[in-house]
């Protein structure tokens, strides 16, 4: 199953960071290059435990949507999204925020994620998910880290 890690500094501290990554606006901000939408579910606001919210979005030239809940909930250090349907056979993002001790953030996220399909899910996986989802999350969390200044 792939897995993936990303770590972004971000100049505000935890608290902030947190509640932006679990704003759905902020989220959709973030993705405008793959026309993200909120389209059922908390389509507003914060999310918190249990919440869940559909996404609509354009990426390879076709539209897919998803639906994530999250599934643990620790503010400010961590929270985990989950897809409870959607596109992947296995979407898991874990988010974890600790204090860099100059007042910022070291936001980490950590992915696991495994295409259906089987044979050909797994080659779609090393051959082209494999640098797109860590492209994805980098844009998403330079656009939060820019937005927190």
């Not at 901000?29 to 606001?45: I, P, Q």
Request: with cysteine; hydrophobic share 40%.
């Amino acid at each position: 199953m792939p897995h993936f890690e990303i770590v972004t500094a971000v100049a505000a501290p935890p608290d902030r960071v947190f509640e932006a990554c679990l704003d759905v606006e902020a989220h959709t901000r973030s993705m405008a290059d793959s026309s993200e939408r909120a389209v059922g579910g908390r389509t507003r606001g914060g999310l918190s435990l249990g919440d869940t919210v559909n996404f609509q979005a354009r990426h390879f030239g076709l539209t897919w949507r998803l639906t994530a809940r999250i599934t643990a909930y620790d503010p400010p250090r961590c929270f985990v999204d989950e897809q409870d349907a959607g596109p992947f056979k296995r979407w898991h993002h874990s988010h974890h925020f600790e204090p860099d001790g100059t007042g910022g953030t070291v936001m980490r996220d950590v992915i696991d994620f495994a295409s259906p399909f089987g044979f050909l899910g797994r080659v779609a996986d090393r051959t082209v998910l494999s640098w797109y989802m860590p492209r994805l999350i980098r844009t998403r969390n330079a656009y939060l880290a820019s937005a927190l200044r």
